[in-house]
């Protein structure tokens, strides 16, 4: 089955620890999403990147960052200077570039920063 | 700046009722791309409908409709004869596409309404 796959599903850490977030897809998408959630609001796009080796910051990039080696993953590590980094983080894909194609969603991973 | 405003934050309806979810936005553009999401407590956001703005045609997929108006900025996602399993947080999104540089734009999301459907 093709889809998109983050691990792990919970994740809890120290606060001052840098910690990365998996993402994977098997749909031969070329771009690719991480997208911030918190407690009754939308989606903040965090980075993306539009193909491999490259990535641009998305509204809220401050104390994250991206590799983009291959098109199947794109890991996002939150790093120790993102000050309130406990929130729920999503993965997404589209077949092509930029926000007019829908994007295919990850199960989410659930960030604990304490 | 594009935006997009979900003024239902919550809404609670008794399964069968019909229920409409409501989103207004807002752009300078002519050319922008309107978008529904469905989050169900498992977490993972499920693509429901894509529409461009030259596309004003009302849309039905089974108990599910959208009425696009462009005179109003509103794109509202009405569900009818509700169950159980429609309850989730919807989120309504748009895009503007292209910038004069050629850069694609980015979505931008509702704050999203939450949806319960009570037995």
């Known amino acids: 089955d093709g889809g998109i796959t983050q691990s792990p599903k919970y994740l809890f850490r120290k606060e001052g620890q840098n910690v990365t977030l998996s993402c994977e897809q098997n749909l031969n998408h070329d771009a690719m999403y991480w997208y911030r959630q918190d407690p009754g609001q939308g989606l903040r796009l965090i980075y993306y990147s539009q193909i491999v080796n490259d990535f641009q910051k998305g509204d809220i990039a401050e104390g994250y960052s991206v590799s983009r080696e291959k098109k199947e993953s794109f890991p996002l590590t939150v790093t120790s200077a993102q000050k309130n980094p406990t929130a729920f983080y999503l993965c997404?894909?589209?077949?092509?570039?930029?926000?007019?194609?829908?994007?295919?969603f990850g199960p989410g991973t659930r960030l604990t920063v304490t | 700046a594009q935006k997009v405003t979900q003024a239902q934050t919550e809404i609670s309806v008794v399964e069968k009722e019909d229920v409409t979810l409501d989103c207004v936005y807002e752009?300078?553009?002519?050319?922008?791309?309107l978008f529904w999401y469905k989050q169900p407590p498992s977490g993972e956001l499920v693509f429901l409908i894509r529409r461009n703005s030259f596309d004003e045609q009302n849309e039905i997929s089974g108990r599910y409709s959208w009425n696009f108006q462009k005179s109003t900025s509103s794109f509202n996602f009405t569900i009818t004869a509700s169950q159980v399993v429609d309850s989730a947080v919807y989120f309504c999104a748009l895009s503007e596409g292209y910038s004069f540089s050629g850069s694609a734009r980015q979505l931008t999301f509702g704050s999203g309404t939450q949806l319960t459907v009570l037995p």
């Open positions: 752009t300078r553009d002519t050319t922008y791309y």
């Open positions: 997404a894909s589209s077949q092509y570039p930029g926000g007019t194609y829908e994007q295919y």
